[in-house]
């Protein structure tokens, strides 16, 4: 498993699945797999959670972290993409630098990028063929 890697989605990933291989103590390739996938259907479970509190809450809704860009612009664009139906690039915009969102130069915010562009290619495959949204 690679840590240093630079997309910082695929570094949280690994670092959880070493953490459990080794409180595990079973590390050969199959249990890898095995291990980051799991880690992976976590993450979507957590994103299913996310999206049932925001499409169930009572209006009207706050979305807050420390410092109010990165995380809670993740959680208002899959509340536009998944609950409002808003396409990709609408609900995208609000993990952008005009709320403060600054994904570059290494910076760990861009994970809240990958776990979106995520989203976004799970939703696109569950659409019906040439009702796929264009995504830049």
Partial sequence: IILSGFDPYRREIAKKA??????????????IEEVVQK?????????????????DA?????????????????VAALYELLVEQRSPIEAGAQLSFRY?????????????????????SQQQKLLPRGQAQIVP
């Fill in 100 to 120: 403060g969102h600054f994904p570059w130069l290494g910076s760990r915010t861009v994970a809240m990028d990958n776990t979106f562009d995520r989203v976004v």
């Fill in 39 to 55: 880690v992976k259907d976590e993450t979507d479970e957590e994103v299913r959670k996310i999206t049932a509190v925001l499409r």
């Fill in 18 to 31: 070493i953490e459990r291989l080794i409180a595990d103590g079973r590390i050969h390739p199959a249990r």
């Fill in 58 to 74: 009572p209006r009207p809704l706050l979305i807050h972290c420390e410092a109010g860009s990165d995380r809670s612009g993740l």
